[in-house]
């Protein structure tokens, strides 16, 4: 049985007139009649009884018409579902994420993707940049929103927007009222620090900082939980680090505390949020959220543009 065969006859149940149904599907009536006759031998039945006066449907070719039917509309539907998903206009997209990109780049890229391409279900995980670098390797994550330009060439990049690194310390701190501190004065300050792997761009920054400045941090404590940091500082006298989104933007600490951001300068360390994905190449559902990425500016300038390659133009 073939697939040409069912719309042959489906057009047979429709037009009930041979001319009519031949024109329909841009055939010759002896080419459909010959499809209709190898179709009921293939069923071992008769579909349509056909006379001088009159084509009608027997028995058979009513119960069979309700089934083709179903069949032929299943098979159109998988066809349509194919191309939709080839064309990257439906499915899921698995995108992991951190705080800043939460904050300033995935609203208005999930507005544009659900408008132009309300197929397509994005799902989000907010991750550090080392878990999320990880997923997106063994193929958990399609894109990553993560710290720091990738060193392999296995994944591909984009460049999206530039944050500081603040101070992150509790309301009774010495530093909780001051508009921004040099850098060189951590030297005095117990710190929280997170493992490297965790972030490691933001992690060089930090240090590199301090090298530029000549101290040596002290870290009394490593967590690489952002809440939990927040708690600490809260109820001890140390420092913690964050982008100035975090910082600014986090939320309350235990009991109702919430730390205090201190900017840093002299100098202000920086990190820097990047798309990226496998190096094989963004598959069409990650070509269409790249392409509401990159028309997405954090900061309200027009957004460069940028090839898969992850080149601007």
């Keep these: 049985m073939e697939f040409r065969q069912l719309v042959s006859f489906l057009a047979i149940a429709d037009e009930l007139h041979f001319g009519r149904a031949a024109a329909r599907l841009h055939l010759t009536q002896p080419s459909l009649s010959q499809q209709l006759q190898r179709l009921e031998r293939t069923l071992g039945v008769t579909l349509v009884a056909r006379t001088s006066h009159e084509v009608r449907l027997t028995s058979a070719g009513r119960a069979f018409e309700v089934e083709a039917r179903a069949i032929v509309t299943r098979l159109e539907r998988a066809a349509s579902l194919a191309r939709e998903v080839a064309a990257g206009r439906t499915g899921t997209l698995a995108v992991g994420y951190n705080f800043p990109a939460g904050q300033h780049v995935l609203p208005a890229t999930l507005t544009r993707m659900h408008a132009e391409f309300p197929g397509v279900t994005v799902a989000l995980e907010e991750k550090r940049t080392g878990p999320q670098l990880a997923a997106l390797a063994d193929g958990t994550l399609d894109i990553a929103l993560v710290y720091g330009r990738p060193r392999t060439a296995d994944f591909r990049h984009r460049h999206l ?77 140390l420092v913690g680090f964050a982008s100035a989104s975090r910082g600014m933007l986090g939320g309350s600490a235990a009991g109702g505390v919430r730390p205090v951001a201190v900017p840093l300068h002299n100098p202000v360390p920086t990190v820097d949020l990047y798309a990226v994905w496998r190096g094989s190449g963004a598959s069409p559902l990650g070509d269409a959220f790249l392409s509401c990425l990159e028309a997405v500016d954090p900061e309200g300038e027009p957004a460069a543009t940028a090839d898969r390659n992850g080149r601007t133009r």
């Design 161 to 237: 927007l530039r944050l500081p690194i603040v101070a992150v310390v509790g309301q009774d701190h010495e530093w909780a009222g001051r508009a921004s501190v040099p850098f060189a004065e951590l030297a005095g300050q117990p710190c929280i620090l997170f493992d490297r792997a965790q972030s490691p761009a933001m992690y060089d920054a930090i240090l590199s900082s301090a090298e530029r400045t000549g101290i040596r941090l002290d870290v009394a404590h490593t967590l690489d939980d952002p809440g939990a940091t927040s708690i600490l500082v809260s109820i001890q006298p």
